[in-house]
């Protein structure tokens, strides 16, 4: 069975740390990139951060200083390391290979996407 599956997420207090893995089952990363797209109730979805087969990274301005993305591609791993987290940081996290948001919205037809992990900071 093809899937992405996350994990990690869950319940902390503002300033506290999660880290979020994404990992394969049935098919590997290969040269893919592979990101994280976060969406709260009511807004979009957006790029969090994204990593490629190289190493190149990029993270989206609000997250700068404060999440790491990392990877293990010998065990198709990718991980989110997220610290000094705040309340507007909760969201449902996706783990996307070759994924895209297009106006606000996960288009989850395009790539590889997992089903979400949940990130509540109060």
């Known amino acids: 069975h093809v899937q992405l599956v996350e994990s990690g997420g869950g319940s902390v207090q503002a300033g506290g740390s999660l880290r979020l893995s994404c990992t394969t089952s049935g098919f590997s990363f290969g040269g893919s990139d592979v990101g994280w797209y976060h969406q709260a109730p009511g807004n979009d979805c957006q790029l969090v951060s994204y990593?490629?087969?190289?190493?190149?990274?990029y993270y989206k301005d609000s997250v700068k200083g404060r999440f790491t993305i990392s990877q293990d591609r010998a065990k198709n791993t990718v991980y989110l390391q997220m610290d000094s987290l705040k309340p507007e940081d909760t969201a449902v996290y996706y783990c996307?290979?070759?994924?895209?948001?297009?106006?606000?919205?996960?288009?989850?037809?395009?790539?590889?996407w997992g089903q979400g992990t949940q990130v509540t900071v109060s």
């Open positions: 996307a290979v070759d994924g895209v948001a297009i106006a606000g919205t996960c288009m989850r037809d395009f790539g590889r």
């Open positions: 990593i490629t087969s190289v190493g190149s990274t």
